[in-house]
Nanobody, 119 residues
């Protein structure tokens, strides 16, 4: 019903920047919020940043001041600009959308995109 396609991951040196994007498509009636989560090897998946359709944002303490989440409601797309990247930011990043479709309100997940911060 709803599909998320992520892009923008890759390899970058410490202190560098990346911008991830995630586009939602399908039988979307309303997007309540969209966000980014990440999972590093051996660790639990954690919230990175989230944004509501109205523009309210929430960030993990570890990324505050470095990452900025934004969205294009018309395109059902969410972005995260990641600056001053650190090795500990290395993880698979997953897009998530809290969306109402014809069958109800559910979370949907993107396929994940690898972000590697290394010298």
């Amino acid at each position: 019903q709803v599909q998320l396609v992520e892009s923008g991951g890759g390899l970058v040196q410490p202190g560098g920047s990346l911008r991830l994007s995630c586009a939602a498509s399908g039988t979307i009636l309303n997007i309540h919020s969209m966000g980014w989560y990440r999972q590093a090897p051996g660790k639990q998946r954690e919230l990175v940043a989230r944004i509501t359709s109205g523009g309210s944002t929430n960030y993990a303490d570890s990324v505050k001041g470095r990452f900025t989440i934004s969205r294009d409601n018309a395109q059902n797309t969410v972005y995260v600009q990641m600056n001053s990247l650190k090795p500990e930011d290395t993880a698979v990043y997953y897009c998530n959308v809290d969306v109402t479709s014809w069958i109800g309100r559910f979370d949907y997940w993107g396929q994940g995109t690898q972000v590697t911060i290394s010298s």
